[in-house]
């Protein structure tokens, strides 16, 4: 029973995942086609400060200048996450999350400016400029609060996150197409030494998170899963994914309700909660199979019997809670099923450089044709489901673009070399219908 409750909740979180991701590249699929980005001139990013891609060059010197960028741009991301080690490690708290509040207002207020003007100068939208600017200033004004401030209903969260990955992934599109491809394979191997190696930024990142148990100011898309109150099934394996370039995060909160009135909590024996958790060595499970058998269950009937049948109710279904909650005298656990229950509690966090980096490969794919955006879309989200179901066996953070990010340009060139030539010779030659 364990072991399906697991899949059946891995079930529910893969698809919590996939769906932004898959939103995410199809609309910049479509801002790819409508607003013609390839036509756009060159710009100067920290990914091409080395070498600016001309057609007239020979195939030599666009691979010597391609591998300079990428090798530059992913030396500039690892100074910058090991200068946000510092910074988290010396407790410059505010400072990053004020500097990632900057970040994201700059990036819907300005790149994600030039994108609302370019859509309404291409589709002619009949709009005052004091009317646009009013509506981009509330915008990002509003994306900016949600994205750091705990008042926000989480669905408004994961949408600003997902339109910061578009804004950003649309403007990754206007780069060449040698330096886009050596950049994705670079950052792929940049994301999977720097969450894996001992001493890797993103790794030490996530352990400093950890051991301190707070919350890194870090641009993740946290898909939170919902927590049944039904039997043994009641809690959600939450793990965690290792964002490449959009930074991690590992919270020990628990995202869970109380069941009942206030009252019957304030109430609570702490010695009942103590021996469920003495009886609750021998699994998880056992304390949640059956409440009304409980030691916990009978021990609440009996002291709060005058209360009513209603709050004894309550207490009855909060005994999981107080379990997942640590209350009671939590330091005798055993490690096992204190690492089961910090699994429990964790969630599954992709950063926003996945969502970026991601849409950038499907777009430029969509520069080509659609064969191709579709092959290297059914290639990401196999990466990132096979990455999804490893975190399930080791339970640990795991970097997301290495996997994705390799299928995905293997199938852009397997099917732009071998199966579009295939398919167009078989179509011209009515041998395909």
Not at 197 to 216: C, F, I, N, Y
Not at 294 to 312: D, F, I, T
Not at 379 to 400: F, M, Q, R, W
Request: charged share 15%.
């Amino acid at each position: 029973m364990e072991s399906s409750s697991i899949l059946d909740s891995l079930g529910v979180e893969i698809i919590g995942v996939m769906a932004p991701v898959s939103i995410c590249m199809f609309l910049v699929v479509l801002l790819t086609y409508s607003l013609s980005v390839t036509s756009d001139p060159q710009i100067r990013t920290a990914a091409n400060l080395i070498y600016i891609e001309n057609p007239s060059d020979s195939a030599t010197v666009k691979l010597e200048g391609s591998l300079e960028n990428a090798i530059v741009f992913v030396v500039l991301v690892a100074a910058v996450t090991f200068v946000l080690v510092l910074l988290f490690y010396y407790n410059f708290t505010n400072f990053l999350k004020h500097y990632m509040r900057f970040s994201a207002f700059f990036v819907l207020g300005t790149m994600g400016g030039a994108i609302f003007l370019s859509i309404i100068q291409h589709f002619s939208i009949p709009v005052d400029s004091i009317t646009c600017f009013v509506l981009l200033f509330n915008f990002t004004v509003l994306g900016t609060l949600s994205v750091f401030s705990e008042g926000m209903p989480i669905v408004v969260r994961q949408c600003y996150m997902v339109v910061m990955g578009i804004v950003v992934a649309a403007w990754f599109t206007k780069l060449p197409e040698w330096t886009t491809w050596f950049i994705l394979v670079a950052l792929a191997l940049y994301d999977l030494v720097a969450v894996l190696a001992p001493g890797g930024p993103l790794k030490l990142l996530v352990e400093l998170a950890s051991t301190r148990d707070q919350e890194l100011p870090a641009m993740v898309y946290e898909a939170r899963p919902t927590v049944s109150r039904s039997g043994g099934g009641g809690s959600s394996l939450r793990v965690l994914v290792g964002g490449g370039g959009g930074g991690v995060s590992d919270s020990g909160s628990v995202e869970l309700q109380a069941v009942g009135d206030g009252a019957a909590t304030h109430n609570l024996d702490y010695n009942a909660v103590a021996v469920m958790d003495v009886d609750s060595v021998d699994g998880v499970g056992r304390s949640r199979e059956g409440h009304s058998a409980s030691p916990v269950s009978s021990e609440h009937s009996r002291e709060l019997g005058s209360v009513g049948n209603r709050e004894s109710v309550a207490e009855e279904e909060m005994s999981p809670l107080v379990e997942l909650m640590g209350w009671g005298d939590n330091r005798e656990e055993p490690r096992g099923l204190a690492e089961e229950s910090d699994n429990i509690d964790r969630g599954i966090k992709l950063g926003l450089g996945d969502f970026i980096f991601y849409s950038v490969l499907v777009g430029r794919a969509a520069m080509y044709d659609l064969m191709t955006v579709y092959a290297c879309y059914l290639a990401i989200i196999s990466g990132l489901g096979c990455t999804l179901i490893l975190l399930s066996v080791y339970n640990k953070a795991l970097p997301a673009l290495p996997i994705s990010i390799m299928l995905g340009v293997v199938f852009y060139f397997l099917t732009r070399l071998l199966m579009e030539p295939f398919v167009v010779g078989m179509t011209t030659n009515l041998m395909m219908f």
